[in-house]
Each structure stands twice: as structure tokens, then as C-alpha cells.
């Protein structure tokens, strides 16, 4: 289908007449010049936009999600849950980064916005976008919600990009916000201690709206609960007070033989015996986290524990602990992230040797990733990610380096797809982490979906 795209609307000259793909990949030409340079928080020019087109997020019920590690897990069982109710809910979510393709950020009921409807925003809203000097997580964050409005969604889930306080998706009052954990990333724009960065997640909590915290520590929990109250959120609830886990078993349970989570957990709704498709004892947390939030919401939103089990087989999270035949892809780029995927991988116990390929930004904490990764693998392979953005490549040399100190096994193989190859050659599991650009450009020239499965 051809689709006119104003040559105006992508940086001047006549109108064009372009076919969707290669419209598409001129959006995304566009939308992507406005990742350069560094990060620019702030709202007034979220809200400046929104305001130019006509509010379309002021109407939206929705959920908000934040925290350092675990918001996708919770997004993506919040996604479960709500699509699994018997009024048959139409359900967005808006989340970040992708891994292969930018219409994974967008999407509803589980499929993607089309090419098309992102030529047309931005043909229709680049004018905007310009005049406002947006920044590209703004526009897309305003294209999400525009679609969403546009598409009347029953309710949508809304993953904080970068902190919280001056995100651009803070501009949602939402019907629960909820952060699943604070750890210590993006220093250079959250602050250095996780007290800081807990002060900066817990901006999205508004005044007369329900906080809930699914921070395990309690010193940070509390923290957070404090800062709930002083923005005036009610009620202000702490999962680790009102559910109990037990019985975490990664794998399921001996019987079924199948991956994922199982557990038992218990609330205010009674108890129940749950399974998750996503892997880690930590996935216990985020699953009560975000019966946690629906329940704040009330009715109706709320189910019962025993009404959750049949929704949660349907959850679904591209590049965490994401099995494709030998091949497992997570996108753990911190060194909190690497202790929970080194964990799961001691508990599921892929068949050996587990090779992973690791490229980490430049501007992680790679050491910290590699002390709790490599004790857990036979060999890392050291590479570049393609798509890394210029500027962040960390030194594959530097990190081997690093690594022989410490007596663990390393190889540099700079280009990406004889890394790749060689991964595959040496492991019966290949471990692909560090980034989303590492797991991405991995699947990508692997042609997996991320949305498969």
C-alpha cells in the first residue's frame, strides 16, 4: 500500500509517495535523529506537546510502572491479567527499548501498532515535534497515547522509561503506580546511592492515587513509603507487608516438567498455588507486585488469587530468560540484573558449557555484570553490539582483561556475527546478555521474534 508521507514532515523538500516499508523506515530515520546527544529529562515539553494534541492520555485508566529491575515482568503480567478478564478487555502497553523492531514499544492486545499508523503520526505531528523541540522518547511516548486513545483501549500499562520524577510518561494520573525494585543505574542522571534513586522513582506517585511498593529491602521500602505519603498518595501499600510467598521452584513443579515459576502465595484473597512462564525466583515478587496494583485499583480491576492462575500461562516477556531452542537471551545490563539472571541460570541448569556472548554499554557497570555472571559460565565471548550507540561501546579488551585477572575464561571477537558463531560453536547453551542492543542484534540476525511464542 502506498502512503503519503510529506517530505516537509521528515526535514523538507516536495511530497513523496513511498511504500509502507520504506515510509516506515523513514519515520524511524526521523524519530531516531532525536536520540542523539544526551538524555534531556524534564516535562514541560511532554506536556506542551500533549497539550498541541488535544490531551489524549487525560482520559486514559491506566497502571504505571517504575523501578530499576523487574518493571517489564510486572507490565507484562499486569498485560496477562487484564487481557485474561472475562469482560475481554482491549489492552495497551507501552514499554522500552525494543529489541528488533520500534513497534514492539506500542502495542495492543498484544500486537504491535502497524507502519502505517506510525507514518501517519508522524507526518501528522512532526510539525509538533519539531516546534516543541521533543526529544524522541517524547514523541513516541505521545504517539502511544495517542494510539491508545485513538484505538478507546478498556485500560493501558505504562513502563516508566528512565526514573520516574521527569519521565516523560509521568504526566499519567494513573489508577495505581507501582515500582518493583530500586537498584543502582543511569547514576549520571538518578543520583549515585540507592536513596537518591529511590527519591527519583518515587515520582510518579500522585496525590490521592494508590502507591504500591514491591521493594524487598525494607530500609528502601520504607523509604519509598515515606515519600508516597509526602506526595499525598492513598493508600500506600508495601507487597512484602500484605503477601508471603513460598515454596518458589524455578522450572515449575517436577510433575509438569515445564519452564517458569511456580509458588505459592498468599493475601488478603486467601492462598493459592500460581505459575508464571517467566523464570526466577524473583518472578514470585513481581507477579504479587502486580496483583498488588489491580487490587489497589479495585473494582473492577481486583480478582482473587484463584482467579489469577489461568491468566498468568499467558504472560509474555521478550529477552528475559528467553528460551529459543540452545539459545537464552536476557537483557540484564546492570549488575542487580546479572545477579538475578546468575541466579536462575544455578537453578535451571541449562546442559553445559553455557557460553555467553556479553556486550555491555560503555556507560554500565560491566564489572560489576561480569563478577556475577562469569562464575556461572564455562566461557564468555566479548564483543560489540552493531547497534550500540556511538559513543557508549565499551573496550572488549579492557573487560578480557578484567577477566583473566580474575582467572575466569575470555575471548575478544569484535565482529558481532563471528562472536555470534563462535558462541554457538563452543556451547550446548549460548547465553546472549548485557543489553538490549547485544539480545536484539542477536535475535535479529538469528530472525527471531521477540513477540514469538
Known amino acids: 500500500m502506498d502512503v503519503a508521507l510529506s517530505a516537509t514532515a521528515l526535514g523538507g523538500g516536495a511530497p513523496v509517495a513511498l511504500t509502507a516499508s520504506s515510509a516506515y523506515r523513514e519515520a524511524l530515520d526521523y524519530l531516531f535523529v532525536r536520540t542523539t546527544g544526551k538524555w534531556r529529562l524534564g516535562l514541560e ?7 498541541a494534541i488535544g490531551r489524549p492520555h487525560a482520559d486514559l485508566r491506566a497502571f504505571h510502572v517504575g523501578g530499576t529491575n523487574g518493571k517489564g515482568s510486572v507490565c507484562a503480567t499486569l498485560d496477562a491479567l487484564l487481557r485474561g478478564r472475562p469482560e475481554g478487555w482491549h489492552v495497551g502497553v507501552y514499554s522500552s527499548p525494543h529489541l528488533v523492531d520500534f513497534r514492539e514499544r506500542i502495542r495492543i492486545d498484544g500486537v504491535p501498532i502497524t507502519e502505517e499508523a506510525v507514518v501517519d503520526w508522524i507526518a501528522r505531528r512532526a510539525e509538533l515535534v519539531e516546534r516543541g523541540h521533543a526529544t524522541f522518547f517524547e514523541a513516541t511516548t505521545a504517539m502511544a497515547f495517542e494510539w491508545f486513545a485513538e484505538a478507546g483501549v478498556d485500560v493501558a500499562i505504562i513502563e516508566v522509561g528512565l526514573g520516574g520524577r521527569l519521565d516523560a510518561t509521568n504526566v499519567v494520573r494513573p489508577l495505581a503506580a507501582g515500582i518493583a525494585s530500586i ?13 537518591a534513586i529511590a527519591a527519583e522513582k518515587a515520582g510518579i506517585f500522585k496525590a490521592g492515587r494508590s502507591a504500591v511498593i514491591g521493594e524487598r529491602d525494607h530500609t528502601i521500602a ?14 500506600v501499600r508495601l507487597v512484602t507487608e500484605e503477601y508471603v510467598t513460598s515454596d518458589v521452584r524455578v522450572g515449575g513443579s517436577p510433575s509438569d516438567g515445564r519452564g517458569g515459576t511456580s509458588f505459592t502465595l498468599t493475601g488478603s484473597t486467601g492462598t493459592a498455588r500460581l505459575w508464571t512462564p517467566l523464570a526466577g525466583t524473583h518472578q514470585a515478587a513481581n507477579t504479587a507486585l502486580a496483583l498488588a496494583m489491580l487490587d489497589s485499583a479495585g473494582a473492577p480491576y481486583a480478582l482473587p488469587l484463584g482467579d489469577a492462575a489461568a491468566a498468568l500461562e499467558r504472560v509474555r516477556l521478550p529477552g528475559r530468560f528467553q528460551r529459543h531452542g540452545r539459545y537464552i537471551f536476557d537483557v540484564a545490563h546492570n549488575p542487580d540484573g546479572a545477579a538475578v539472571l546468575a541466579e536462575t541460570l544455578r537453578a535451571v541448569r541449562p546442559p553445559g558449557p553455557v557460553v555467553a556472548l556479553l556486550t555491555v554499554l560503555a556507560d554500565k557497570d ?4 561480569i563478577d556475577r555472571l562469569a562464575p556461572e559460565v564455562s566461557h564468555l565471548v566479548l564483543t560489540t553490539a552493531p547497534t550500540a550507540p556511538a559513543g557508549r561501546e565499551w573496550d ?4 578480557a582483561h578484567y577477566v583473566a585477572e580474575r582467572g575466569w575464561s575470555a575471548d575478544v571477537v569484535l565482529d558481532f556475527d563471528a562472536a555470534l ?10 547465553l546472549i546478555t548485557g543489553s538490549f542492543h547485544t539480545v536484539g542484534d542477536a535475535m535479529a540476525r538469528l530472525q527471531l521474534s521477540p513477540l514469538a511464542g
Open 366 to 369: 560491566w564489572r560489576g555484570i
Open 421 to 430: 558463531a563462535r558462541a554457538a560453536a563452543e556451547g550446548a547453551t549460548v
Open 183 to 195: 537498584g543502582i543505574d543511569h547514576v549520571e542522571y538518578l543520583g549515585h546511592t540507592r536513596e
Open 222 to 235: 520504607m523509604l519509598l513509603a515515606r515519600l508516597a505519603h509526602d506526595a499525598g498518595a492513598s493508600p
Open 45 to 51: 515539553r511532554m506536556e506542551r506537546l500533549l497539550d
Open 396 to 399: 572488549p579488551a579492557t573487560a
